[in-house]
């Protein structure tokens, strides 16, 4: 299903007012010190009135059936807010890998719970060296006799790992990485709360101990699952990123705007003009690259365009983050003004997939060099 200009603005102005009202800085500040780390109440209005977790899942599993260009508006106005949810992990990540997997049946068992905002659910693949490539994967799956199987490993950086409902495992059997469904109360999982940067973003470790799963899609098709997973996850990470170094901007401005020194100004100043004129460079070049990624996505320089959006909304978020901390001069650094938040976030978000050695190579990758 597609959506024209009319009914794409239509859906941003809705998120918008709807992240002015649940998602101001104080509500993210509450959140970053509570637990869970987003308020279930909201889940359930951002499901039950706007239908942000059934958006871009297949109408046959009780979805609404639109794509990437409206997943990427709604992350846009995410990343601007720092909204704390479980979008992201549960549809960009397990829905996604749910989708990928080819299999109808978990499909059919788990998207109609995540499209209707009653079950959220995150993908554990990274473990304690932060890789997302399957190759890397040491968890195991093995047979337990009775036609079931077993997982035990450990993974790290779990997005909202502790509070998922369901947990999409890539785990190592015999015939290679492979997609395990596993229930969050099952014997044997344990989750604990990471201390990472960013606080906005929950991340777990998990312990499996001979926890039992259920796999979904093909036995040893873990890796072509993570790489069609991978190419929607960091265009929907590139949205977020060029949401977040938008409002970065716009902070800069209004400040630049209001401040004054000597009298003057500080935007009136030929420094703070190019410093703003630059992020604005970056954040126009961020915002087209996410969003010409989501127009591309059902053909086949789909893997590219993402990868290129990947590098270069990930580094643009990082240098318009940092340039707002400098409008701002000492006021900045500080922990009661919100730059610093977006600054973790943006630094959180270039390393989530591996860092820029990683998405370079994986760029590298997708133009077949």
Request: aromatic share 6%; net charge negative; charged share 20%.
């Amino acid at each position: 299903m597609s959506t024209d200009d009319h009914e794409l603005k239509e859906l941003r102005y809705s998120l918008r007012e709807f992240m002015a009202a649940k998602s101001p800085e104080e509500a993210v500040r509450k959140l970053m010190e509570s637990d869970p780390h987003f308020d279930p109440e909201v889940w359930a209005q951002a499901a039950d009135q706007l239908r942000l977790p059934a958006l871009a899942i297949p109408e046959e599993y009780g979805g609404d059936g639109y794509g990437l260009v409206e997943l990427g508006v709604v992350l846009e106005e995410m990343g601007r807010a720092l909204f704390c949810a479980p979008f992201f992990a549960t549809v960009l990540l397990a829905a996604q890998a749910l989708l990928a997997s080819g299999d109808g049946e978990a499909c059919a068992r788990h998207l109609p719970g995540i499209a209707a905002g009653r079950t959220t659910a995150t993908l554990a693949v990274a473990e304690d060296n932060g890789s997302w490539d399957p190759a890397m994967v040491s968890t195991r799956a093995v047979p337990d006799g009775d036609g079931g199987w077993k997982l035990n490993g450990r993974k790290s950086f779990v997005i909202d790992g502790t509070t998922a409902d369901l947990l999409l495992v890539v785990a190592r059997t015999v015939a290679g990485p492979t997609l395990f469904a596993v229930d969050r109360n099952a014997p044997g999982v344990t989750a604990e709360p990471m201390e990472t940067l960013d606080a906005t973003r929950a991340m777990a470790r998990l312990t499996l101990d001979a926890v039992p799963a259920t796999p979904v899609g093909v036995d040893g098709a873990g890796g072509r699952v993570m790489a069609e997973v991978l190419d929607v996850a960091v265009v929907g990470l590139a949205a977020e990123q060029a949401g977040g170094a938008r409002r970065c901007l716009e902070m800069s401005t209004e400040y630049a705007r209001t401040r004054h020194q000597f009298g003057r100004p500080i935007g009136s100043f030929q420094a703070v003009k190019h410093k703003c004129a630059d992020m604005l460079v970056q954040v126009e070049l961020a915002e087209a690259s996410a969003r010409e990624a989501a127009l591309l996505a059902a053909g086949e320089d789909f893997p590219v365009a993402a990868a290129v959006a990947h590098a270069s909304c990930s580094r643009a978020y990082m240098v318009v983050a940092m340039e707002n901390i400098q409008v701002h001069g000492g006021i900045g650094f500080t922990w009661e003004h919100p730059a610093h938040l977006y600054f973790r976030r943006a630094k959180s978000a270039q390393l989530l997939f591996g860092g820029p050695a990683v998405y370079h190579e994986r760029l590298l990758d997708r133009l077949g060099i």
